[in-house]
């Protein structure tokens, strides 16, 4: 279940999600929460911190090494710093999948630097720890744009977090509950 509300005389919207396991076995699931934000060279991804590993270094044209970082520096193919925060030119034909773990706030976004203006997903770190940035600067099919994902889980697939035991699961009859907000802020 899903339930949205736009919350009174602020711009925001709150989310809630609910998962029953009304089977009679236990099933084990991966919880991710996909916001795509449209971006121009003018934003800066805006985080308060954590760690940054590649998803892969194949899905990528930036990284050239598997890390960790502390964000937003990273070390790029030919060795040197580079700010993911600060968003490539189209014409550069950039992408690249990392995620980010050990938040020290429960929010992530993107900054206008032209505006100021912001839209920030917030979160309870401890419920969703994790965030998959999957960025495109042209790159994949000349989209330019940043889809935030929140997740329970850094795996790309639930067979291989089963098989670590680092996916959610639910016992008959149980339910996992998750609210998050959207913001645009000035």
């Not at 992530?108 to 979160?123: K, M, W």
């Not at 720890?129 to 744009?145: C, E, I, N, Q």
């Amino acid at each position: 279940m899903k339930w949205l509300a736009l919350l009174s005389g602020i711009p925001q919207l709150e989310v809630r999600y609910r998962i029953v396991n009304a089977a009679s076995e236990s099933i084990a699931f991966l919880s991710k929460r996909h916001r795509g934000i449209g971006i121009t060279p003018a934003h800066r991804l805006d985080l308060p911190g954590g760690v940054v590993t590649p998803v892969s270094l194949e899905c990528g044209t930036i990284i050239g090494d598997r890390g960790p970082f502390a964000w937003p520096i990273v070390r790029d193919r030919k060795g040197c710093d580079w700010d993911l925060s600060v968003l490539p030119a189209p014409a550069d034909r950039h992408r690249e999948f990392v995620y980010v773990r050990d938040f020290p706030e429960g929010w992530c976004g993107a900054r206008n630097e032209r505006t100021g203006s912001a839209f920030r997903l917030y979160f309870s770190p401890r419920i969703l720890p994790s965030t998959w940035l999957f960025m495109t600067f042209g790159g994949w099919r000349h989209h330019y744009t940043v889809v935030v994902e929140r997740c329970g889980d850094i795996r790309k697939d639930l067979t291989t977090a089963h098989r670590r035991g680092t996916c959610a699961k639910l016992s008959s009859g149980e339910s996992f509950t998750c609210t998050g907000r959207a913001a645009l802020e000035d």
